[in-house]
């Protein structure tokens, strides 16, 4: 019930504008349930042959946890200098700041059937080419380690049995600028899932 309220919700309020937001897709949940929280939303928008994003933060409220609600189809490019923004804006919002608030980016579940949230909150966007160790998701959403292509599973054994923690928390993660936000969150939930976590607050959009 949650699940369809979710996507309906979003349906129903995009409806008065004419347009829908398309949550990206998972087979897992990260975070199932948060409460007192504001929706915030990014839609996807064309004009002529531009791609568009526009946000919709009416009804965010500085204290509480904050919902993004981000169509899949948006490059990561147009995407994150908006949620770089968002952030800003939070932090630097200290009469009204809450400590314990959250942000996270919002998206389906389709093997739970529910929708579900990615927090985000520690994480500093940085728009530009990291140096060091770095894992980079290219715009075909195919990994490079060093550049050099390997898959999912082959990052995952190295990850969490074949390297040495002090190499694992080196690395870096950089996403292609180009890569759309329905592939990013599947990226992030990778990542998540990973028996050894990476210790790094940084993220690499170039």
């Not at 939070?90 to 949230?117: M, P, Q, T, V, W």
Request: aromatic share 12%; charged share 30%.
């Amino acid at each position: 019930m949650k699940y369809l309220f979710g996507i309906v919700l979003l349906f129903c309020f995009s409806c008065g504008n004419k347009e829908d937001i398309l949550l990206p897709k998972a087979d897992k949940t990260i975070v199932k349930e948060v409460v007192d929280l504001s929706p915030i939303y990014i839609f996807f928008r064309v004009n002529g042959k531009d791609t568009l994003a526009e946000v919709n933060r009416k009804n965010s409220i500085s204290t509480t946890n904050w919902i993004l609600n981000i169509d899949k189809r948006l490059p990561l490019w147009l995407v994150i200098p908006e949620v770089i923004k968002l952030q800003e804006k939070r932090r630097g919002d200290s009469a009204h700041k809450n400590e314990a608030a959250e942000n996270y980016f919002s998206y389906a579940d389709s093997i739970g059937k529910n929708l579900a949230f990615m927090p985000f909150t520690k994480v500093n966007y940085k728009m530009e080419k990291p140096a060091g160790t770095v894992i980079f998701f290219n715009k075909k959403n195919e990994i490079l380690l060093e550049d050099q292509h390997i898959t999912k599973e082959k990052l995952g054994e190295l990850i969490n049995a074949a390297l040495p923690d002090d190499t694992v928390k080196k690395f870096l993660f950089r996403f292609d600028k180009n890569l759309d936000f329905g592939s990013y969150i599947q990226d992030k939930i990778f990542i998540e899932t990973l028996e050894k976590k990476i210790e790094t607050n940084e993220e690499f959009i170039y």
